[in-house]
Nanobody, 123 residues
């Protein structure tokens, strides 16, 4: 069992950067694959990025590759998403996710979700 709380969302201008954080509690943080999903109004939840349990492998959606960086600090029980060169189409609610058994782009297969944090990018 793990509880997740996102922070760092806000309203920014296109071309700028924002860093999201996710604080975890419960079982040992390193026991979980972790990632980020996002959901814009009227759209399905979209996989953004994922990271293996000790951070040795990372995965990104094509739409954010080269602009976003996912990282984790297991000693601090935190997950981060550094978002650079933000675009209006990045506007969405961003969710931190965790799962003990898999890293997948299918949203329904992740066991644990944070409450979400709003990111709004204006032009």
């Amino acid at each position: 069992q793990v509880q997740l709380v996102e922070s760092g969302g806000g309203s920014v201008q296109a071309g700028t950067s924002l860093r999201l954080s996710c604080a975890g509690s419960g079982r040992t943080f390193s026991s979980y694959y972790m990632g980020w999903f996002r959901q814009a109004p009227g759209k399905e939840r979209e996989f953004v990025a994922g990271i293996w349990k000790i951070g040795d492998s990372t995965y990104y959606a094509d739409s954010v590759k080269g602009r976003f960086t996912i990282s984790r600090d297991n000693a601090k029980n935190t997950l981060s998403l550094q978002m650079n060169s933000l675009k209006p189409e990045d506007t969405a609610v961003y969710y931190c996710v965790a799962d003990a058994s898999q890293l997948t782009k299918v949203a329904t297969k992740w066991d644990y979700w944070g409450q979400g944090t709003q990111v709004t990018v204006s032009s």
